[in-house]
């Protein structure tokens, strides 16, 4: 799987991106993040008869324009990740085929360039941070 294209400019200019690539928006989008922005940004993205499902978890306020759902009759759909139904279930997919989990340790006097790293997109899988290394 890859990506037939790329938007890397302005927050305020995506959906219009998203609208002129995809001829008048998609029909769904997947919100994982918990950005404000990035919900704004789905919604404004959606083409007629629509589907935004969140899954990124935010205590902030989104604001929605209700008429303009209504005009294009979104959905909105919240969606819960993560039960332990659904880690079973990764485990065994990922134990069936072979899967190798990307972790890494770092000692807690490295996180400064751990957060640089990922900033940068640098940091591949997951992270450890050991906070005992050092408290002998």
């Not at 978890?57 to 139904?85: D, F, H, M, W, Y």
């Amino acid at each position: 799987m890859g990506a037939d294209e790329v938007y890397d400019g302005p927050g305020d200019q995506h959906s219009d991106f998203v609208k002129e690539k995809t001829n008048g928006g998609v029909q769904a989008t997947i919100v994982t993040v918990p950005l404000v922005s990035a919900y704004e940004q789905a919604l404004q993205s959606l083409k007629q008869g629509g589907r935004l499902v969140m899954i990124g978890v935010t205590t902030k306020k989104i604001s929605i324009a209700v008429n303009e759902c209504i005009a294009k009759q979104i959905q909105i759909v919240g969606s819960l990740v993560g039960t332990r139904a659904d880690l079973q279930e990764a485990l065994d997919m990922a134990r069936k085929h072979n899967i190798e989990c990307k972790v890494q340790t770092c000692q807690l006097e490295q996180i400064n360039e751990v957060f640089d790293d990922m900033k940068h997109c640098r940091l591949i899988g997951r992270m450890v941070i050991d906070f005992t290394a050092n408290s002998e």
